[in-house]
Structures are given as C-alpha cells and as structure tokens.
C-alpha cells in the first residue's frame, strides 16, 4: 500500500520510498523532513472536499501537508 | 565601518527564530510561522552585558544547506562568507524548536560541522513540557560541544543567559573547532541517538493544535471556515473603520477651514488647502481600514492558521498550475505586492515562483482600498442586503474576488504558455498553533501605519503638489475653468482620447498619470482637481464622496473600479518585479498584460452598465 491510501488516524511504518518518481527539489525536501524507510507516519488530514488532495501526515513531531503523487511515491510496510 | 563582531541566527523554519530575534535586538520586524516569511535581510543591534555590542543578522529558515529555495540558498552563502556584500558571521546562534529536536538536530549537525562559535538557544522550551516533553540540556550541550541556552522568546525567559553566551563564544580571529562531516543519513541517525537521549519523558498528551486541525482542516467545514474569514475580514475592513475614518475625514475638514480662515487670501494658501490638505488628508484617512487589513494578516500568520490556508488552497491553486505556497506570496499581497512579490523567494520552483511575481499586481492591495472606499462610498448606497453583511462591503468584496479570478485565469494561461513547464509539487510543514503575542502584532502594525503614513508624506505628498501646480498654472483667463487653462488640463486632453471610450472623464484621465506613483494618489489628485474646479462654487465644503456622485454617472464609476482591479500602477510593484526576476523582460510583460486587461474590462464594464440603462 502506498502512503496517499492511509486512512485517517491510522499509522504505518516507511517501508521504501521511490524517490526516482519525485522531482529532485521534491525529494530533497522530504529527505530533509525525514522521509525516509523505516520511520512511523500517519494520517492526519485529507484535503479539502472529496479530492482527498493535498493530505497532512504526522511524521515525528511535525505535520506536513504534501500531495497525492508525492504520497503514491512513499510505500507502507503492511499492518 | 563598524567593529561590532558580527552575529547571525539560523535555523530550521519554525524554530520561533524571529520572535526570538525581535527579543534580542528591539529590531522592528514582521514575525509569522509558515516556513519562508524571513526572506528580507533582516538585522539588527544586540546590547551585549558587558557594553559592547554585536550585529545580528536573522537568516531565512533552512533545512539544509542543500538548498532547495531561493531564501535557504541566502543562508548557506551568509553562513559560508560567500554571499556578496555580507561579511562572514563570527558568532552562530542556533536557534531549535526544543518541542522538535528530532528534526531541528539534523540541520544543527550541519551546522556545528563548520566548526565556527556556536550558541544553541533551545526556544520555545514552554511548549514542549506543555507537550509533556522533559528535556536535559546538560546532556545537550555535552552531546552537541556548545553551550546551550533554554529561552522562551515570547515571554523574554533565556534572553539574558544567552546574551551571556553570545559575549563568551566570542572567538578569538579564526578559530575552528575541528568536527567530524557526516553525510545526510549519518546526520537523521545523530539527531535522532541524541533526541533520545536528552528527552527523558514524553507523555501521550493529545495536542491542542490536532483537535483544532480537526476543524480548520476539515474537508468539508475547513474551507467554508476560511471563506466566512476572509469574508469578515473585508466586511471589518468597512464596518470597524467607518467611524474612526469619519473622524480623521472630519479632523481634516476642520483642520482645511481654519487655515482657510487664518490666512489671508494667497498662493501658499491655496496650495495649503487645495493641494495638501485636500490632497494628502484624503488618502490619511484611509488608514484605519488598512491597519484592519494588516491586522487580520498578521494574526492569521502569527498563529500559523496562515500555513493552513496554504493547505486548504492548493487544490484550487493546483487547478491553475500553482501550489498553495503560492497563496501566502498571494494573500499578503492584498496587503501590499511589495512584501508579496519578495515571499515568493520561498517557492522552489522557478516556473511557480514566475508565476505568482507575474499574477501578484492583480490582488487588490491596500492603496487600492481608498479608490475603491471613496468610488463605493459615492456610488453604491448604504444597504442592508442580509443580516450584517452590507451593500458597501459587499461590493467592496465582489471587487477583491473579481482581482482574485482575474489572477487565476490568468495563471492558468501563462502556465500553458509563457511559463510553462513540468508540474510542481506542494510540500510545506504546518507548525504548531500558536496564540499570538500583542506586542509583536501591535509591531507589525505600528510598522505598516508608519509606512503608509510615510508614503502620504513623501510620495504623495509631491505627487499632489505637483499636480497642483500643474492644475494651477497658466492661470485661466475670465470665463475660462482653471483645469481646462492648465498645462495638466492639456495633458489630460490627450490621454482622454484614449480613455474616453472606455467612459472616462477627463478628471479620471488626469488622476490615472500621478497614480502611477502609488494608486492612493488617485484619490488625491481627484480631490486636489475638484477643490480646484470649485473654487468658485460653494461645493468645496462638501466631501470627495458626494461631489463625485453628482459628477461622475454610475458607469463611469464602475468602469473605474474595473479599470484599478487591473492596472499596474505603482512603480515600486514594478521596481520589485524588476529586482526580483533579474531584468525588465517579466516587469514589462507584467505592465503590458495589466494595462490591456484593465482597458478591455473598464471597456466592457461601461458598455454593459450603459446597455443596462445604469
């Protein structure tokens, strides 16, 4: 499962992340957000209306807001 | 050239950076909590406790020296000595979000790894045992190899220790501490053994700020929330200021007759009532409604609501091509485009950034707001449509909207055409919620009021004596007008060949040439034509407002306000485009485009209000 799928207020483990699919800007950002295999995140926030786009994940103690495509990039580890 | 040693404070985005930076040196500056609003050069003078003093520079909030924004490229070279004109710091301040370490400590291995004097001021240290976070900072400063300081920027805790602090790192000339370089994974790993470490109790308190999120970004009631917001802020905007703007119209009134009446009959007296005090009094009087303006903006920036609009509107900004970062550039410049244009920095990438510089003009900033208060004031009557939402402010909102739709459409094509390119992505951190402090709101204020008020003095100020003079000389033969004797009468003549067609009086054609200094001129040069041109009559007691609804017929007026939702006019917006995009090729563009979208909908807007029978 990838990351945009998670539903709110459920949490998974990183479990690798396809940055060739990321714009390079992109990727540098969320490696510096601390994206990366292995580290807890969850759900927080799906966008507005029913396009579900951008979403707001809980990663440490942050929130970010990212999109859709940037989460189908980051694969989930199986409950 | 001064001997100060020189301080610079860095930092992840949202680390309270500024809040802390205001503490220290006094200086006069905007604080807000989404990632990117440092973007000016900021600095300042800090009184250090044994009488010298240092320069403090506050840097833009980085993540990495990896730069990936125009504003984290500034910090890497500042920090480095490579930014030209920009002396190397001497002293580092290392500003970390005590209830973040995790992330904060990633970019402070990066930091610590240039060896140079080091202070860690571990901020916002309230927060985090709110947070049920226990920290050591002992174990900290062993595990880091600099000293650390606990501060709490907005209640002044810490302030004094790390001033201490600052006095002692002190170096002596180029002393490196030599540090081992980590890379980027071996830094995350580092950051998160020493979180551990120094964290020895977390409770599971649930934030605040989640069960607020719950709301605010609901997909449903979020964005409803956010435009019952905006709608308030432009019905305040109308409603609180009326009365104080009554008065400021009366104080300059009273203020117009008593000199009127103390000074005998002259040339310095006319200029006196008809050039500065009609003029220059007719755009003070708008400054409640802009401080009301700055005020919602700077709260909503303040508590970090402003990152959350961001998330809401990058749905809709994705529809044109934009990403929500692009609305804090754009809501800020309904305040005024300069500061917009400049937060742009914060955009990645270069397209959007393009983008947003080029469709910022088009929303309505707050020399635009005395036009349209003076033209609404005039013209639409003083209704109640529903329940607490007037006539006035109504209009008054469809005109922001119109500005903010023309914005849109227009990015859509640019981004299909002249800045094409590969879609953009939207990453931004929402920070915590914070309640914002009073005194750094009534700074934000004070600063904005002393700009404005700045502007009317000097910029306007000329502008309207100028035209005066213009207006005043050669002077008219008997039988004749003033204004149609008058060298800015022949002026006008000519460009209302042009204007004409679009509805446009010759006043109107007269007003347009000094506004380009700033748009809020344009109501003053009205006002400095009228009082002019009725010299004669016994209609100069009377209010701006009231002579131009007995002047102007209704489709002028709309023509108007169609024209200054467009029009590029104000040089410094342009100067701004000019600095910021590197040439005059994007600022000409700019112009060129917004003229014709104002002359073709001004068109439209008398046409169909003539083909109506308004």
């Not at chain 2, 020493?194 to 609901?218: C, E, F, H, P």
Request: charged share 20%; with cysteine; aromatic share 8%.
């Amino acid at each position: 499962m990838t990351l945009e799928k998670l539903k709110p207020g459920t949490s998974a483990r990183i479990a690798r992340i396809d940055w060739d699919a990321l714009p390079p800007a992109d990727a540098k950002r969320m490696r510096a957000l601390g994206f990366e295999p292995g580290v807890e995140i969850s759900m927080a926030h799906h966008g507005v209306f029913g396009g579900r786009d951008p979403v707001a994940v809980s990663i440490g103690r942050m929130t970010i807001a990212l999109r859709k495509v940037q989460a189908a990039a980051i694969s989930l580890d199986a409950a | 050239m001064s001997e100060n040693f020189r301080v610079a404070l860095l930092g992840n985005p949202n680390s309270g950076k500024s809040a802390l930076f205001n503490k220290l040196t006094g200086a006069r500056q905007k604080i807000a909590n989404y990632p990117g609003v440092t973007v000016e050069r900021v600095a300042g003078v800090l009184a250090l406790p044994d009488g010298t003093h240092a320069d403090v520079i506050d840097l833009p909030g980085a993540y990495a020296f990896d730069a990936s924004s125009p504003d984290e490229e500034v910090t890497r070279k500042v920090v480095h000595g490579e930014f030209p004109g920009e002396a190397e710091p001497d002293v580092l301040v290392l500003v970390l979000d005590a209830g973040n370490l995790e992330q904060h400590l990633v970019f402070a291995q990066e930091v610590l790894a240039l060896g140079k004097p080091t202070v860690v001021a571990l901020n916002m240290v309230d927060m985090a045992e709110r947070d049920g976070l226990k920290l050591d900072v002992e174990v900290l400063s062993k595990a880091l190899g600099v000293p650390v300081v606990e501060t709490v920027a907005v209640r002044r805790r810490g302030l004094d220790e790390l001033k201490a602090a600052i006095a002692a790192a002190r170096p002596a000339v180029g002393t490196l501490v030599d540090r081992p370089r980590m890379d980027a994974t071996e830094r995350r790993l580092e950051a998160r053994t020493i979180a551990k470490a120094i964290v020895y109790q977390t409770s599971k308190a649930r934030r605040i700020g989640d069960r607020l999120d719950n709301v605010l970004l609901n997909p449903w009631i979020g964005p409803l929330i956010l435009l019952v917001l905006l709608f308030v802020m432009f019905q305040a905007v109308f409603a609180w200021a009326a009365p104080l703007t009554d008065a400021l119209d009366g104080a300059a009134g009273s203020l117009g007759a008593w000199v009127e009446g103390a000074m005998p009959e002259s040339f310095l007296r006319d200029l006196l009532t008809q050039g500065i005090i009609a003029g220059v009094g007719s755009v003070v009087v708008f400054l409640p409604q802009i401080i009301i303006l700055f005020f919602f903006i700077l709260v909503m920036e303040a508590t970090g609501y402003m990152a959350r609009a961001a998330f809401l509107m990058d749905r809709l900004m994705a529809g044109v091509g934009l990403s929500g970062r692009s609305f804090i550039p754009l809501l800020s410049s309904f305040a005024c485009a300069i500061p917009g244009i400049m937060a742009t920095r914060s955009i990645a990438d270069p397209k959007d950034r393009l983008t947003t510089i080029l469709i910022a003009p088009l929303m309505t900033c707050s020399a635009r707001l005395p036009v349209y208060a003076v033209i609404i004031a005039a013209f639409i009557p003083q209704r109640t449509v529903a329940a607490g939402i007037g006539l006035q402010g109504l209009v008054l909102f469809a005109l922001y909207l119109a500005g903010i739709l023309g914005a849109l459409i227009v990015a859509l094509i640019l981004r299909g055409t002249v800045t094409k390119g590969g879609a953009t992505g939207f990453i931004m951190e929402l920070p915590r919620y914070q309640l914002p402090s009073v005194g750094d709101i009534a700074i934000g204020l004070w600063q904005r009021a002393w700009v404005f008020l700045r502007r009317a003095g000097t910029i306007i100020f000329s502008a309207t004596v100028i035209l005066w003079l213009m207006l005043s000389f050669p002077q008219a033969e008997p039988g004749e007008s003033q204004v149609d004797a008058s060298i800015a009468g022949h002026i006008a003549d000519g460009l209302n060949v042009v204007l004409e067609p679009i509805g446009f009086n010759r006043e109107i054609s007269l007003a347009l040439v000094p506004a380009m200094a700033a748009r809020e001129v344009a109501v003053a040069s009205l006002a400095t034509t009228y009082a002019i041109d009725a010299k004669d009559d016994e209609a100069e007691a009377e209010g701006l407002a009231s002579t131009l609804s007995q002047r102007w017929s209704l489709p002028t007026a709309l023509a108007f306000l169609a024209w200054f939702v467009f029009a590029p006019q104000c040089l410094s917006t342009i100067a701004v485009a000019r600095r910021e995009t590197n040439g005059w090729k994007w600022p000409t563009f700019m112009v060129g485009y917004l003229f014709a979208l104002a002359y073709v909908f001004a068109g439209i807007t008398y046409w169909s209000a003539v083909a109506l029978g308004l």
